[in-house]
């Protein structure tokens, strides 16, 4: 069965879009690190990307989206764009005075693995279309 290449890269696209933008949460979270009653935040990757995938494992459908009455048509917007559905607060192992639950070595623990993670999915997408551009090649 012949399929697109939307379908193709659409999990790499959204798994990348996601990881993207748990680094920017995560990021958010160290800047805050001395800010009083700063709330850590983080992103649950997997269920966001199940939000994004049919039963099947075929992408769903987007959807479009009128900003304002006034505009035509709409932006198109995937599944998995709602990112603050996905958004998580994690408990902190030690809760400050100020109410800020920012912990510095946590945070910095887990942008380590969110740019190894981020990283990853590069180099599978960069796979990915090398084997496609030997197969166009019929090598």
């Known amino acids: 069965m012949a399929r697109s290449l939307d379908s193709y890269f659409a999990f790499n696209n959204a798994a990348m879009t996601v990881k993207n933008q748990r680094l920017e949460i995560i990021s958010g979270n160290i800047a805050n690190a001395t800010t009083p009653g700063y709330k850590a935040k983080d992103?649950?990757?997997a269920s966001l990307l199940k939000k994004s995938f049919a039963e099947g494992g075929e992408p769903l459908?987007?959807?479009a989206e009128n900003t304002n009455r006034g505009h035509l048509g709409g932006s198109m917007r995937p599944a998995w764009a709602d990112l603050e559905a996905g958004i998580v607060y994690p408990v902190p192992f030690n809760p400050s005075l100020d109410d800020n639950t920012v912990e510095?070595?946590?945070e910095q623990a887990r942008y380590g693995r969110a740019v190894v993670d981020y990283q990853a999915s590069v180099q599978f997408m960069e796979n990915k279309i090398s084997g496609l551009r030997k197969a166009f090649r019929g090598e």
């Open 43 to 45: 992103l649950d990757f």
């Open 61 to 63: 459908p987007i959807q």
């Open 104 to 106: 510095i070595g946590v």
